[in-house]
């Protein structure tokens, strides 16, 4: 039985292309007779508020999307994640890093992809202990992963086979900011590898993270999921969808007249499942039986 997740951060209010994700996430769930979690991941304190949270839970529900099992946060698996940093500890694969951003992307060394400057390993030449005195001392720092060379090849069921470098698209991963908070790439790793969940949906610009994640899956004797990235919702203008768009958040289009039925039909028919019509989640099912194929 398949096990996926709708994992948004309460940072703001849904927009439609993570109500899409969800709709998506939801129907293969669905289709494939599997269950289906909500977790909210809100690790980062300073922008994820309890307002939005109930915020996105209210819309949710008003689409009628359904769950399986309690809701789940990150904030309360804390322990989980720091099992899995000790253990990468344990297997000297975690370094300090005094580097900030700034440096990071000033360096002239560094280059930049999709996903920002990759980091050059600054300070994973650091010998161990003068690094362990700089951190004796409390000068600021991140925990990164010293990223294993080599290709990560994965099937993703939407966009095919997947070959990823790591270490030449992000360098070594950071598993812990410097302000203390857990890195996405780790908590997201222990969260979503089998068999807590099978089939992970999401937006196609978190392809480079299952590569990223499935390194980190791997290195703590993980079974990585199955995923599926979907497309993001565009403009007009063939950009992702942002606010100089217009009304882009569930709330703006509820304020202006919308049905739960009309959105979720426009947005499943945007994925080619359904005509377009207007329509609650559970009529959708029958037709959402293709996502995977």
């Given at each position: 039985?398949?096990?996926?997740r709708?994992?948004?951060?309460?940072s703001?209010?849904?927009h439609?292309?993570?109500?899409?994700?969800?709709?998506?996430?939801?129907?293969?769930?669905?289709a494939?007779g599997?269950?289906i979690q909500?977790?909210?991941?809100?690790?980062?304190?300073d922008r994820?508020?309890?307002?939005?949270?109930?915020?996105q839970?209210?819309?949710?529900?008003w689409?009628?999307?359904?769950?399986d099992?309690?809701?789940?946060?990150q904030?309360?698996?804390?322990?989980r994640?720091?099992?899995?940093?000790?253990?990468?500890?344990?297997?000297?694969?975690?370094?300090?890093c005094?580097?900030?951003?700034?440096?990071?992307k000033?360096a002239?060394?560094?280059?930049?992809?999709?996903?920002?400057p990759?980091y050059?390993?600054?300070c994973?030449?650091?010998?161990?202990?003068a690094?362990?005195?700089r951190?004796?001392?409390?000068?600021?720092?991140?925990?990164r992963?010293?990223?294993?060379?080599g290709?990560?090849?994965f099937d993703d069921f939407?966009?095919?086979?997947?070959?990823i470098?790591?270490?030449?698209?992000?360098g070594?991963?950071?598993?812990?900011?410097?302000?203390?908070?857990?890195?996405?790439?780790l908590?997201?790793a222990?969260?979503?590898?089998?068999?807590e969940?099978?089939?992970?949906?999401?937006g196609?610009d978190?392809?480079?993270?299952?590569?990223?994640q499935?390194v980190?899956?791997?290195?703590?004797d993980l079974e990585?999921p199955?995923?599926?990235?979907?497309?993001?919702?565009?403009?007009?203008?063939?950009?992702?969808l942002?606010?100089r768009?217009?009304?882009?958040?569930?709330?703006?289009?509820?304020?202006?007249?919308?049905?739960p039925?009309?959105?979720?039909?426009?947005?499943a028919g945007?994925?080619?499942?359904g005509?377009?019509?207007?329509?609650?989640?559970?009529?959708?099912?029958?037709?959402?039986?293709?996502?995977?194929?």
């Amino acid at each position: 039985m398949t096990k996926g997740r709708f994992a948004p951060t309460p940072s703001g209010d849904l927009h439609l292309g993570n109500v899409r994700t969800a709709l998506i996430a939801w129907l293969y769930a669905r289709a494939t007779g599997g269950s289906i979690q909500l977790r909210i991941d809100d690790l980062d304190v300073d922008r994820c508020k309890e307002e939005y949270e109930f915020r996105q839970l209210e819309d949710l529900a008003w689409l009628g999307l359904t769950w399986d099992g309690e809701l789940i946060r990150q904030s309360e698996r804390l322990d989980r994640y720091a099992a899995a940093l000790a253990q990468l500890r344990d297997a000297d694969l975690v370094y300090p890093c005094f580097c900030t951003r700034a440096e990071i992307k000033a360096a002239a060394s560094a280059p930049h992809g999709d996903q920002g400057p990759v980091y050059g390993g600054t300070c994973r030449a650091l010998e161990p202990a003068a690094a362990a005195e700089r951190v004796a001392a409390g000068e600021r720092h991140a925990l990164r992963l010293a990223v294993p060379a080599g290709v990560e090849r994965f099937d993703d069921f939407v966009h095919g086979p997947v070959e990823i470098d790591v270490a030449a698209t992000a360098g070594d991963l950071v598993l812990v900011r410097s302000d203390g908070v857990i890195g996405y790439q780790l908590a997201c790793a222990v969260d979503d590898a089998q068999p807590e969940m099978t089939h992970i949906v999401r937006g196609e610009d978190l392809l480079p993270s299952a590569a990223f994640q499935r390194v980190i899956m791997r290195l703590l004797d993980l079974e990585p999921p199955t995923y599926g990235h979907v497309p993001l919702m565009l403009g007009d203008d063939g950009a992702r969808l942002a606010k100089r768009h217009g009304a882009i958040t569930l709330r703006e289009h509820q304020e202006h007249g919308a049905t739960p039925e009309g959105i979720t039909g426009m947005l499943a028919g945007m994925f080619g499942i359904g005509d377009g019509s207007p329509a609650d989640p559970e009529e959708l099912v029958p037709f959402a039986a293709g996502i995977a194929d």
